[in-house]
């Protein structure tokens, strides 16, 4: 038999502060075992609630994460959203989502099984943000804002993704995704080719 579940407190009936629990339960939970083994009985039993409780607030597991995902979202969008150039951006998600290692997962679960995500005003935010600046007299001309916020995003999130996987050591796996931010900045910054040596480079 698996191992006991830590269960909260019993607290007197509020909806809003018993959705907040299930919420967090939940995000727990895909943080220790990944969103993929989520389970209805066991965000139950950790957020303290029964499981009629949990399905009056949330009718499906997928609306359940879809709901995780979409409070996660929110988070994020404090950080795409600061009044910050992109690099900066690159450098604040990159140790976000170190002290956070359930969003990559939960933002590539959403992904790859089509998780319904009530908040999409963050990437809508996120990517005016990035127009803004390709768009900018800093800028060479040409910038596909989109494809580039599309880009930054993907190389954060399949990064941590893959560093949190790969890397044990957690001062290692800091260190790493800090190479890894100066490299993705300094592309982002200079780009790989010198001016000119573009054609050349696919000759070879």
């Given at each position: 038999?698996g191992?006991a579940?830590?269960a909260?407190?019993r ?40 499981r ?14 879809g709901?995780v ?31 956070n290692?359930e ?7 959403g ?16 990517l ?6 390709a768009?900018?007299?800093?800028t060479?001309?040409?910038i ?6 599309h ?8 990064w ?40 050349k480079?696919?000759?070879?």
């Amino acid at each position: 038999m698996g191992e006991a579940l830590p269960a909260r407190a019993r607290r007197p009936r509020d909806p809003a502060a018993t959705r907040s629990a299930i919420l967090e339960a939940a995000r727990e939970l895909a943080a220790e075992r990944g969103p993929e083994s989520l389970t209805m009985s066991d965000v139950a039993h950790r957020a303290g609630v029964n499981r009629v409780t949990l399905y009056q607030h949330f009718r499906t597991r997928q609306d359940l994460l879809g709901a995780v995902i979409s409070r996660v979202s929110d988070e994020v969008t404090k950080l795409l959203t600061t009044a910050a150039p992109p690099g900066k951006r690159i450098d604040f998600m990159l140790e976000y989502m170190l002290d956070n290692p359930e969003v990559g997962r939960l933002w590539l679960y959403g992904i790859l099984s089509e998780v319904p995500v009530a908040n999409r005003d963050g990437w809508e935010r996120y990517l005016a943000g990035i127009e803004r600046f390709a768009a900018s007299d800093t800028t060479v001309d040409g910038i596909d804002g989109e494809m580039l916020a599309h880009v930054l995003q993907c190389a954060v999130l399949l990064w941590s993704v893959r560093a949190q996987s790969r890397i044990q050591d957690p001062d290692e796996c800091r260190k790493e995704t800090r190479r890894f931010g100066r490299e993705l900045n300094r592309l982002l910054r200079h780009g790989a080719l010198r001016p000119g040596d573009d054609e050349k480079g696919e000759e070879r």
